[in-house]
């Protein structure tokens, strides 16, 4: 089993910095994939950014690249997503997701999720 723990969300004005950590326990293998969802209120569930503990290649989702940045900590089973120049339309529930075994995809077949975390940007 793997337990993953987010936290760092908030309310921040627009144009503002967060950066979200989420602390993966338990079993945890070299071969996973991590990687960061949102879901805004009437919405879907949309990949953000995404990649593996062995630091392939990092996904971005296009609304977020140049203002997103995903990292690692493997000594600390930890990944971030640095979150600067926020606007409006990135308020959402931020989840975390592990995949046990990367498959060369990122947009599915997540094992593990966390609890999610509130991000609400104002205008």
């Known amino acids: 089993q793997v337990q993953l723990v987010e936290s760092g969300g908030g309310l921040v004005q627009a144009g503002g910095s967060l950066r979200l950590s989420c602390a993966a326990s338990?079993?945890?293998?070299?071969?996973?994939?991590m990687a960061w969802f949102r879901q805004a209120p009437g919405t879907g569930r949309e990949l953000v950014a995404a990649s593996t503990w062995s630091g392939g290649t990092t996904y971005y989702a296009d609304s977020v690249k140049g203002r997103f940045t995903f990292s690692r900590d493997n000594a600390k089973n930890t990944v971030y997503l640095q979150m600067n120049n926020l606007k409006p339309e990135d308020t959402a529930v931020y989840y975390c997701?592990?995949?046990?075994?990367?498959?060369?995809?990122?947009?599915?077949?997540?094992?593990?999720w966390g609890q999610g975390t509130q991000v609400t940007v104002s205008s």
């Open positions: 997701a592990a995949k046990i075994e990367y498959d060369g995809s990122y947009n599915g077949g997540y094992d593990y």
């Open positions: 338990g079993r945890t293998f070299s071969s996973s994939a």
